[in-house]
């Protein structure tokens, strides 16, 4: 679904007290009875509450649904991004909105923008939208959650992406340095670069070769697996060498030296990111070599002379005392086990493996097979179980202090424009 900002900037307090009140309610009822919502938002009187969602409704930030046996309403994907982006204006993380650059099977991808216009990437995942006719044939899945399950699955996805790539920039991987998330959107950092699937022709393919295998490699070492790793998820950043001045044997001066290139990858996608003692530990790690090895010999005619690397001796390198276990440091940021076993049972029951074929150029993501994880009723911080009366709670949503003015996330950006999207702005429309 697009992301439609137009009506953001009318909301009012008491819109934005009861959007998050149907938020709330949707823990536990697959449809949100009015009577609840009036409850939970800490409105007085009723008009104001139903004005609230007449105007939300309108916007289609929450829908009633067809037949159902008393008057209520469910939060839309259109809501669950209004609460992010509001949460992630009052952190004062973004500023404004730009081009969708990427469009993948469970996730959307846009360029956005900070007051002091640096530009970053926002990514929004949407679990379910192309599994909903699985999802309904796999009732017995769902029997015990409400059919909201597929909006907590996609913060919970967000939840792990962030929870990983903190982890990675911080022990030495090139990856998207991540900067907030909300609910079931990250922001990072945007990479000047492009996929490799759009690469045609590289100087050195058995060097680059050499870099993504060893890049599986120490990701094993740190207990990890990529789980998606191919030319959807690997980004070509081109970065520029130092010009050789003087030669290294005669030390005489080059005439008209020009500074080289060189190919860096950066990896993205890691929602479905798996510890190395998983049970399908192998299978993914297989997986993840084989995508490069069928992508080298089709696109660049390169074979490897050695064959693997083995799941085996990878394993070894995560085995030893000294070694630094990042799925542990993972599961102690807050991302629990039990949360990993619930994502991947929704994924393994919905038929969701990897995230496929976007368009566009910059983070693009991959449609081949792929595994996630995820979890159950806990660690809903983003104010999904906190009181809507409470003045500071994690997403600051409902404070009138703490309210942007109305016209703030449409004024005119200051960013500047980059070679992979120009920044729009809805207010300028």
């Known amino acids: 679904m697009k992301l439609d900002t137009k009506a953001l900037r009318y909301l009012t307090t008491e819109d934005w007290r009861v959007l998050t009140a149907v938020e709330m309610g949707s823990k536990n009822h697959e449809v949100v009875p009015t009577p609840l919502i009036t409850q939970l938002s800490g409105l007085r009187g009723g008009s104001g509450v139903h004005k609230s969602i007449s105007t939300l409704a309108k916007a289609n930030l929450i829908a009633r649904m067809k037949n159902a046996k008393y008057d209520g309403y469910r939060l839309t994907y ?36 900070s007051s002091t ?15 909903f006719r699985s999802i309904k044939n796999n009732r017995d899945y769902l029997k015990h959650r409400s059919s909201a399950s597929w909006l907590y699955m996609s913060r919970l996805s967000a939840l792990k992406e962030f929870a990983f790539m903190k982890v990675l920039r911080e022990n030495g991987f090139r990856v998207p340095e991540p900067v907030a998330q909300s609910r079931h959107t990250v922001v990072m950092e945007l990479i000047d670069a492009f996929p490799l699937r759009q690469i045609q022709e590289v100087p050195n393919p058995a060097g680059l070769y050499a870099e993504l295998i060893d890049i599986v490699l120490r990701l094993a070492s740190f207990g990890l697996i990529h789980g998606d790793f191919n030319e959807f998820n690997v980004l070509i950043r081109e970065d520029e060498m130092p010009a050789v001045e003087t030669s290294a044997d005669t030390k005489t001066e080059i005439p008209d ?23 399908n530990a192998e299978m993914y790690f297989d997986r993840d070599i084989n995508c490069i090895k069928r992508f080298f010999e089709r696109r660049f005619n390169f074979v490897s002379d050695e064959p693997g690397p083995l799941f085996a001796d990878a394993k070894k390198l995560a085995g030893g005392p000294k070694s630094k276990r990042l799925d542990v440091e993972v599961e102690a940021s807050g991302f629990s086990k039990k949360m990993a076993k619930e994502l991947e049972k929704y994924m393994q029951e919905v038929g969701v493996d990897g995230d496929v074929s976007h368009e566009g150029t910059g983070h693009t993501e991959d449609d081949s097979d792929a595994s996630g994880t995820f979890s159950g009723e806990e660690g809903l911080s983003d104010n999904l179980c906190e009181d809507p009366r409470d003045k500071d709670g994690s997403d600051g949503l409902l404070n009138p202090s703490n309210e942007i003015e109305p016209d703030a996330f449409h004024e005119q950006s200051k960013a500047p424009v980059t070679n992979i999207a120009r920044i729009t702005l809805e207010g300028n429309e």
């Not at 500023?95 to 969708?100: E, M, R, V």
């Not at 926002?122 to 599994?131: C, D, Q, T, V």
């Open 257 to 279: 030296s020009k500074p080289g290139i060189t190919l860096t990858p950066v990896i993205i996608d890691f929602p479905q990111m798996v510890s190395i003692d998983h049970t």
């Open 117 to 131: 216009g640096t530009q970053f990437i926002l990514k929004i995942h949407r679990l379910g939208r192309i599994s």
């Open 78 to 113: 259109g809501g669950l991004d209004y609460l992010a982006l509001h949460t992630h204006l009052k952190r004062q993380t973004l500023y404004s909105t730009g081009n969708c650059i990427g469009v993948g099977k469970e996730s959307d991808i846009y360029v956005v923008a």
